[in-house]
């Protein structure tokens, strides 16, 4: 068995729940905060972005024997664009939020998952590091950026952001 082949079954692995977490959160942003109702179109279509690509990753990774057997590149490259489409879906998502509700509950909430799933990201991704990278950037970039042109408040999250970005860069390079 080749070395590559064990990296990515050690990745599909890590990844048998970790898309999932993604409905989840975003159903208790939803339920919990005005976001649904303040912007129904952009919730309903990221939601159900979130909701495919996750089941759809879901079931790559429950099916890696098969399918990597068949093409592993192809394997990569549909695992890979998936974790990006995610990671891209929550961080515009989450840089909306930001944008229009400032430090009230909805962006509190969402910076706060967004936090816990580049954490777990960290564990799940790093056997790919060009992919971990790519995926923070996507994922934190966009928020931390946003929280920079509202408020004073707002920027002091940016900072706090903007630090804890550099830490998980720090981090996925090891």
Not at 45 to 69: C, E, N, P
Request: charged share 15%; net charge positive.
């Amino acid at each position: 068995m080749s070395l590559q082949r064990l990296a990515d079954e050690d990745l599909a692995r890590r990844s048998q729940t970790s898309g999932l977490v993604y409905p989840v959160l975003y159903a208790i942003i939803m339920v919990f905060s005005r976001y649904a109702d303040d912007h129904r179109a952009i919730a309903v279509l990221a939601g159900l972005t979130i909701l495919v690509a996750a089941v759809l990753r879901t079931r790559l990774v429950r099916k890696f024997d098969t399918l990597y057997s068949l093409n592993p590149g192809s394997w990569l490259a549909d695992y890979s664009a998936l974790t990006l489409l995610l990671a891209g879906v929550w961080g515009a998502f989450c840089a909306h939020t930001v944008h229009n509700y400032g430090l009230e509950l909805t962006s509190m909430l969402t910076l706060l998952s967004t936090a816990g799933i580049s954490a777990g990201a960290i564990t799940t991704l790093s056997i790919r590091r060009n992919l971990i990278m790519v995926y923070l950037a996507i994922l934190l970039l966009p928020p931390t950026v946003m929280a920079f042109f509202q408020s004073r408040e707002t920027f002091a999250v940016s900072l706090l952001f903007l630090t804890y970005c550099l830490f998980m860069f720090a981090t996925a390079k090891r």
